[in-house]
């Protein structure tokens, strides 16, 4: 059960590491995943990543609005599943649906439980300037992310990282991850342990007003917000002009450690392929930026085609 890339790629990874020596360790039955959803400028439907990959790899794909439904529920009894693998599905799942397996129901999440349970950990790993993160498989029941742990998996967050390259490393780890541990639930020699009580966190969902840069935090703490909603829903600020403010994304900056009295928001520097603004604590370099209606650049490329001067306060 799962809906984006990330459970895509654990699918592929189910699928692909099904056999070993010539030998059948277990079979991917079915494939739920939400229903498909317009995109684009004609919002025509497309494949969720999920039911993509189903269809790619043979398997059957059901797509039930909610996943709590009578229907969906005698689908998935109709399977006479072992176990259920769920990696991002988007909607809560009931205790009638956890209990038709026999061996259960586990989640591929993207933290080390109990920290950022819920809807956003891989962004709300780098917003908060995390050095590790990891994956969690988890032994489901009714609350969110509280189940008890099987295995986990970690792995370093640069400062490179932002969430699309945090999310497919993660996205990786977690399919090797099932592939390495589910020989050894199956033959009962794993026992789940509960989580921690202490150090839980909820990951909350990310919403497009998270992207607005305010300049009165560090420019540490501005660093981590670009590459923690890099490449949704995006870091963004105005430019203020005479007829109406102008969006200004930022895809790509580094912090300087530079000390200023500057009001923040305000360009420091404009020249060739330097655009620094002052910020409530040092100064943010901004790499790679897109104005409102076109595409995005380089700093260099974008200093020589727009006016932006020292001086011009960003909002």
């Not at 991917?28 to 995943?33: A, F, L, P």
């Not at 703490?221 to 430019?239: D, K, N, S, V």
């Amino acid at each position: 059960m799962g809906t984006p890339d990330l459970a895509a790629a654990c699918l592929r990874k189910l699928v692909s590491g099904s056999v070993s020596n010539g030998q059948s360790l277990w079979k991917v039955t079915g494939v739920i995943s939400q229903p498909d959803k317009p995109k684009g400028r004609n919002l025509h439907l497309q494949p969720t990543p999920v039911k993509a990959a189903a269809l790619e790899l043979g398997l059957e794909c059901f797509q039930p609005l909610k996943a709590k439904d009578p229907e969906s529920l005698e689908w998935i009894r109709s399977k006479n599943p072992d176990l259920i693998v769920v990696a991002a599905y988007g909607q809560i799942l009931p205790q009638s649906l956890l209990d038709i397996p026999r061996f259960g129901c586990i989640n591929v999440h993207t933290s080390l439980l109990p920290k950022y349970r819920g809807a956003a950990p891989i962004q709300w790993a780098i917003w908060d300037n995390c050095c590790e993160t990891g994956v969690t498989l988890m032994k489901m029941n009714a609350g969110l992310d509280t189940g008890d742990i099987l295995a986990t998996r970690c792995t370093s967050i640069t400062c490179e990282d932002n969430a699309e390259t945090l999310h497919d490393r993660l996205a990786e780890l977690g399919g090797e991850l099932l592939v390495e541990t589910l020989p050894d639930y199956f033959a009962g020699k794993i026992t789940p342990r509960p989580q921690p009580e202490e150090g839980i966190l909820y990951a909350r969902k990310i919403t497009k007003e998270d992207g607005h840069l305010n300049w009165n935090l560090s420019a540490r703490e501005l660093c981590c917000r670009i590459r923690a909603l890099t490449p949704w829903p995006g870091a963004f600020c105005f430019i203020p002009e005479q007829e109406r403010k102008i969006m200004l994304k930022i895809w790509q900056a580094e912090f300087l450690e530079k000390a200023t009295s500057t009001r923040p928001g305000t360009i420091l520097t404009s020249e060739t392929d330097r655009l620094e603004v002052a910020c409530g604590n040092g100064v943010l370099r901004i790499l790679c930026l897109q104005r409102e209606g076109k595409k995005r650049m380089d700093v260099r490329s974008f200093l020589a085609g727009h006016t932006l001067p020292a001086g011009t306060i960003l909002e």
